[in-house]
Nanobody, 123 residues
Framework: QVQLVEFGGGLVQPGGSLRLSCVAS????????IGWFRQAPGKEREFVCA????????LYSDPVKGRFTISRHNTNNTVYLQMNSLKVEDTAVYYC????????????????WGQGIQVTVSS
């Protein structure tokens, strides 16, 4: 069974850090491009970042550029999202997703999705 599961969410103060993990099972992560998306209350889901199959290329949305870092360890079937200098506006449910053929920020191109994990930035 193909599955993606996110870990590491929670409550953090503004300026703090969190690291999310996305663990894949039922398929080999090496063959997939991985993206992170987020959905804030009352808003549409938006692209956060993506990483190529071997981790040699990354994409970031403007709101997170310079603060978030995506990385992957294919041997562990895991992708990470390091989030630093967190802001209140980063509060959202974060999703990881896998795309077999396309390296993109368009969520419609991702075939597999995690269930999402809550990140709350608040003092």
């Amino acid at each position: 069974q193909v599955q993606l599961v996110e870990f590491g969410g929670g409550l953090v103060q503004p300026g703090g850090s969190l690291r999310l993990s996305c663990v894949a099972s039922g398929f080999t992560l090496d063959y997939y491009y991985i993206g992170w998306f987020r959905q804030a209350p009352g808003k549409e889901r938006e692209f956060v970042c993506a990483i190529s199959r071997r981790g040699l290329s990354t994409l970031y949305s403007d709101p997170v550029k310079g603060r978030f870092t995506i990385s992957r360890h294919n041997t562990n079937n895991t992708v990470y999202l390091q989030m630093n200098s967190l802001k209140v506006e980063d509060t959202a449910v974060y999703y990881c997703a896998a795309s077999r053929y396309v390296y993109t920020e368009r969520e419609g191109q991702y075939e597999h999705w995690g269930q999402g994990i809550q990140v709350t930035v608040s003092s």
